[in-house]
């Protein structure tokens, strides 16, 4: 099965559209202190990173322009797999052992901090994505989006940056990192539309 050019960066942006949908879905349901469905939610978010993979990896071969932007939306992808398969394989059975074990709740909280570790830095990597493309898109004459994209896409990288680098609990809250994140993705894909467009 071939795909164009055109078609792979068409999936791509309706992936991340995909994913920035299922991470505000997460978010409002935790706000709203509704059982949240992580089984399902982040296993339809590991499958759905998984085949960015594949796209975005095809869209850098193919693509003459922007070849970084697409390295870091696959790379992102890439940790986004790893980070949901942390949450997914390891979380509840650390929890119920420092549960068991109160000496073991240091290891579990270690287990936590990885995947936010990595969380932050798939982030980081698609506001770079952004910021890249957003840049593309303003010399491509769209000065409003590629605007909104830059700027969200280096507030995401900052964010993230700074919790890299201070952790967690250091003096910006996670939420920030990760709702700017969500909205650099949102304005990338909207970017990328416009890009399959175009060719």
């Not at 507030?155 to 994140?181: E, K, Q, Y």
């Amino acid at each position: 099965m071939e795909f164009s050019k055109m078609r792979t960066i068409q999936i791509t942006a309706y992936l991340l559209l995909a994913l920035a949908a299922t991470q505000v879905l997460y978010t409002v349901l935790y706000i709203a202190k509704v059982d949240v469905p992580r089984q399902l939610l982040w296993g339809l978010e590991g499958v759905l990173f998984t085949i960015l993979i594949a796209f975005a990896g095809a869209a850098m071969v193919q693509a003459k322009n922007s070849l970084v932007g697409w390295s870091a939306i696959a790379f992102s992808a890439v940790l986004n797999v790893v980070q949901v398969s942390i949450g997914l394989t390891m979380f509840e059975p650390f929890r119920e052992a420092a549960n068991q074990l109160d000496t073991l709740g240091a290891v579990a909280g270690s287990v936590v901090a990885l995947s936010f570790m990595i969380y932050y830095a798939a982030k980081f990597l698609l506001g770079f994505a952004a910021l890249i493309f957003g840049m593309a898109t303003i010399a491509k004459g769209n000065k409003l989006l590629g605007g909104l994209t830059v700027l969200a896409g280096v507030i995401a990288m900052l964010a993230n940056a700074t919790l890299i680098i201070f952790g967690r609990d250091g003096f910006l809250p996670s939420p920030v990192a990760g709702g700017s994140g969500v909205l650099a993705t949102l304005l990338l894909a909207l970017c990328l539309m416009g890009t399959a467009q175009e060719d």
